[in-house]
C-alpha cells in the first residue's frame, strides 16, 4: 500500500502492544478489537468486540470485560458480557464508555433492522439499562463525560444505507435531556474538512475535556480501488486516528484540526497492517492521566487492541489550528 502519511512523531506507541488479543482471552475468540477504555473507581475498564470462529472464519460475536490497575496489563472476564440472549445488550457490538456524573454510559451498534447506535448505563457493569436505540442508520456513538448546557451530549456519525454516489458519511452531534430522547442534531466535521480522508470520517473515542477545548481523536477513512487487504478477501479502506479541538461550551464547533492524519497504520507494524481487515486504526478509548499523559486505544487491523501514548502539551499544540476549509450549512 502506498503511505503518504506518517503517524504523527509525538505518538508513542505502547512496546508491549497488542495490549488485548484472542489468545488472552479464556473463552472461544478470534478477534478482540473496537473496545472503550476508562477509568472507573480506581482502575481502568476496557470492553471490546469479540469476534469468535475457526480458521479466520468469523461464526459470531458478543461483548467482552477486561479490567487493568495500570492500563498495559489487562485480565479478562472468565465469561463474555451479552452472550446471554435475553441480555440487555444481546447482539451489541463495538462499545464505547463515558463516566458522566459517576455512572457509566455505553453507546454501542447493533444491527437487528439496519444499524442502529445504542445508549446504556450501568452503575456496577452487572445491571444495564438500555435508555436508546436509534432508528436506521447511525453509530459510532460517544458520550462527552460532562453534561454541556445541561445536556447530555454526544457524537456520531450516520451510517446510511441509502447514499447516493459521491455522498460521504460525516461527524455529527446530537443533544439529550437524559439519555433517552436525542435531537438538536447538528454537522460538527464534514469529510471535505479533512484533507487525507476521500470516504468517510467519523467519531473515535470520547472527547477528553481541556482548558483549550475538547480534544477528540476521529477515525478517517480513504480508499485503494486498485487493492485488496486481509483475511476478509474484499478490504479495500485504510482507517487513520485523526485529531481535532471543538469548543467547550459549542461542541458543535470545531475550532481546530490537525490536517493530517495523526496515528496511521505502519506497513511495518505487523499488528496495525495485517489482520481481518489490514491497514486499520481505530481509537476508542482516550484517558487523560493526571502527569499529562495521554492515552489512546485503538483497534488494530480489526483483530487485536493496541495502545499508543502522547503528552497532553503536544496534542494541544498539533490541534491549535482552524480548519482550512469552512463547514457548509
Request: neutral net charge; proline residues 8%.
Amino acid at each position: 500500500m502506498k503511505i503518504k502519511w506518517k503517524t504523527h512523531p509525538c505518538i508513542k506507541r505502547y512496546p508491549g502492544n497488542p495490549v488485548l488479543s484472542a489468545k488472552d482471552l479464556p473463552y472461544r475468540s478470534l478477534l478482540v478489537f473496537n473496545a472503550g477504555v476508562i477509568k472507573y473507581q480506581g482502575r481502568y475498564v476496557m470492553m471490546f468486540r469479540n469476534d469468535y470462529g475457526q480458521d479466520k472464519k468469523i461464526t459470531g460475536r458478543n461483548l467482552g470485560l477486561a479490567f487493568s490497575k495500570d492500563g498495559y496489563t489487562w485480565q479478562a472476564e472468565k465469561n463474555p458480557l451479552n452472550e446471554d440472549p435475553d441480555h440487555p445488550l444481546a447482539r451489541a457490538y463495538d462499545p464505547r464508555m463515558t463516566v458522566v456524573e459517576g455512572r457509566v454510559y455505553l453507546t454501542f451498534a447493533i444491527s437487528n433492522h439496519g444499524t442502529c447506535g445504542g445508549v446504556a448505563v450501568t452503575d456496577d457493569f452487572e445491571k444495564w439499562e438500555v435508555l436508546n436505540v436509534s432508528v436506521p442508520d447511525n453509530r459510532n456513538m460517544v458520550i462527552f463525560p460532562e453534561r454541556i448546557g445541561g445536556k447530555i451530549v454526544r457524537l456520531e456519525r450516520p451510517f446510511a444505507g441509502y447514499l447516493r454516489p459521491g455522498d460521504r458519511f460525516d461527524m455529527w452531534l446530537s443533544t439529550s435531556p437524559d439519555g433517552k430522547f436525542w435531537g438538536e442534531s447538528k454537522v460538527v466535521l464534514a469529510t471535505y474538512q479533512v484533507p487525507w480522508v476521500n470516504n468517510k470520517i467519523g467519531p473515535g473515542a470520547p472527547p477528553v475535556k481541556t482548558e483549550k477545548g475538547w480534544l477528540t481523536v476521529f477515525h478517517g477513512v480513504d480508499i485503494d480501488s486498485t487493492r485488496r487487504w486481509g483475511w476478509e478477501g474484499n478490504w479495500n479502506k485504510r482507517y487513520c486516528a485523526g485529531l481535532a479541538l471543538l469548543d467547550l461550551e459549542q461542541p458543535w464547533k470545531v475550532i481546530g484540526l490537525l490536517p493530517e492524519p495523526l496515528l496511521v497504520p505502519e506497513p511495518e507494524i505487523e499488528y496495525e497492517a495485517r489482520g481481518y481487515r489490514d491497514f486499520v486504526i481505530f481509537p476508542g478509548g482516550l484517558i487523560l492521566e493526571d502527569n499529562g499523559m495521554v492515552r489512546i486505544y485503538y483497534g488494530a487491523a480489526d483483530t487485536v487492541e493496541a495502545l499508543a501514548e502522547a503528552s497532553l502539551e503536544d496534542l494541544l499544540r498539533l490541534a491549535e489550528k482552524p480548519p482550512e476549509i469552512p463547514l457548509k450549512t
